[in-house]
């Protein structure tokens, strides 16, 4: 059992329960306990490709299958993963605190899974599937994939209807989540290795705007210097004693 300190944290939290808002972003990390692979931990590699080789429109428009291909390996975890003692501490949590927002980068639904529903998908979800001519929104498919799923609507071919490197994320969801960051109290940076942009720009924007920043990750990122605490341990450890010390707070 990893060391961590909740000390730095605790005289915030009666100022959350009473209102403040706390913003939560999460990434790989958090979903890694539940058996899905981090992007650039052990595993996180797909046939020798890096994600950044595969998650493109380039990569897509050049060779749609093999793109398929990873994300149906990508669903096939999935869907025999579940939310693990991390998700689920941050939906009991938002069950105590006035207002708490979840910003995330994964695409893997584990955080409404567990419960949570105030959710930013920043990078969209890998559950749908959306048609690269009409638009059309389709549940991902069940079972095994063809290798290029086609539009029940028009017949185009379908793409996973996730935010590739070098797309914008929707605007409206970015807007809300950099508005949340401005606003809140605290912020938590928690299984992100914070080099994706522009997700990894919200803690600063936080930290300008006067919140404490505090990062949950067993490895040092680029965040540390910005944060008022660091816990160096995994998601499911520091999150429910979080969740724990919310709940003895509010009793
Ligand atoms: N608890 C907390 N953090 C963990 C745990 C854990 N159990 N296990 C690993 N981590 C940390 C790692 O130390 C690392 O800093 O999670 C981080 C995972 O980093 P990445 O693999 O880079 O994942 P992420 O930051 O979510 O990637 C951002 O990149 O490929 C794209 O679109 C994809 O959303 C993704 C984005």
Redesign the pocket.
Known sequence: MSAFDLTPLLDLLPELLAGRPLVVLT????S??SGLP????PG?MWEGNR??DL?TPEAFARDPETVWRFYAWRLEKLRAASPNE?HRALARMERLLPRMTIVT???DGLHAAAGSRNVLEL?GTLLVARCTDCESRFPAPEGPIPPLPRCRVCGAALRPD??W?GEALSPATWSAASSAAEECAVFFV???????AP?SSLALLAARSGAYVFE????K?PIAPLAAGVFR????EVLPAIAAALQRGAA
């Open positions: 990434g790989a990390g958090v890694a306990e981090t992007f650039r931990g996180g994600p950044e998650a991390g980068q994964n695409v990078h996730v935010v490197f928690v299984g992100t290795s914070s080099v994706v997700a949950i990750n067993p490895e990122t341990a995994r998601a499911a």
